[in-house]
């Protein structure tokens, strides 16, 4: 059975970092493109990083550019978000998602597994 489960979000000042990781299971990992989408209350959730299944497209939000990195390790089957430089504004839940598709999916419906989220909150 396919699993996503996500962690390491929690409450971080402004300009801190975090990383969150999202470990999968009951699925190849090397079939599936990864990403990272985002959901504050009142707004629609938003992709925010996502990479290719080879992990050679990669994909960032302009409101994070420069500020996050998305990764993956092959071997542990686990995605992960590095964010630095945290703002307010990246308060929110985020979620970790797989899709089959090659390249990289803007979409959160060409997303068929999702994780239940982990919260991260920036204090300013």
């Known amino acids: 059975q396919v699993q996503l489960v996500e962690s390491g979000g929690g409450l971080v000042q402004a300009g801190g970092s975090l990383r969150l990781s999202c470990a999968a299971s009951g699925l190849t990992f090397s079939n599936y493109g990864m990403g990272w989408f985002r959901q504050a209350p009142g707004k629609e959730r938003e992709l925010v990083a996502t990479?290719?299944?080879?992990?050679?497209?990669?994909y960032y939000a302009d409101s994070v550019k420069g500020r996050f990195t998305i990764s993956r390790d092959a071997a542990k089957n686990t995605v992960y978000l590095q964010m630095n430089s945290l703002k307010p504004e990246d308060t929110a839940v985020y979620y970790c998602?797989?899709?089959?598709?090659?390249?990289?999916?803007?979409?959160?419906?060409?997303?068929?597994?999702w994780g239940q989220g982990t919260q991260v909150t920036v204090s300013s």
């Open positions: 998602a797989a899709t089959i598709d090659p390249g990289v999916v803007i979409g959160h419906t060409g997303y068929k597994y």
């Open positions: 990479n290719s299944r080879s992990g050679i497209s990669i």
